[in-house]
């Protein structure tokens, strides 16, 4: 009996840690690191942590590297600056860290302005 309580406490203290551990604990900076794919349509992104992104949309483009990854972690704001092309991708994140809401592309002023949701899939980092 003394075993069956101190079992089952055990099991309670595995799933409490277990479900405590998800994406939503993760910084911006962390959490933006992976695999995501576009809401609608079929347009994939892997984004690394050595300032390495590739975008799959039919066709493999890049990798491209980034210069700077501004982060606000109070509003869940990222921002990734490329040099070849210049241009600015501008996201922010749910509060679990598993969508993003990808702002606005610029290049100077704003060329793609309508908010696209991206879905986080997994931790790959290259297709």
């Known amino acids: 009996m003394r075993y069956t309580r101190a ?9 409490i840690a277990i479900g405590c551990g998800g994406r939503g604990n993760l910084t911006p900076d962390k959490a933006i690191i992976g695999h995501w794919k576009k809401e609608h349509g079929t347009t994939e992104m892997f984004l690394s942590p050595d300032k390495r992104f590739i975008i799959v949309e ?6 491209y590297s980034y210069i700077k990854r501004e982060i606000n972690d109070k509003d869940r704001k990222i921002a990734i600056a490329t040099t070849d092309p210049p241009l600015t ?6 509060a679990d860290n598993t969508e993003m809401l990808e702002d606005a592309i610029r290049s100077g002023a704003i060329i793609f302005s309508e908010p696209t949701r991206w879905k986080y899939l997994d931790n790959k980092q290259e297709p």
Not at 9 to 15: E, Y
Not at 89 to 94: P, Q, V
């Open 7 to 15: 079992f089952s406490l055990l099991v309670l203290i595995l799933l």
């Open 58 to 63: 039919g066709e493999k483009r890049g990798p």
């Open 89 to 94: 991708f501008s996201y922010t994140l749910n």
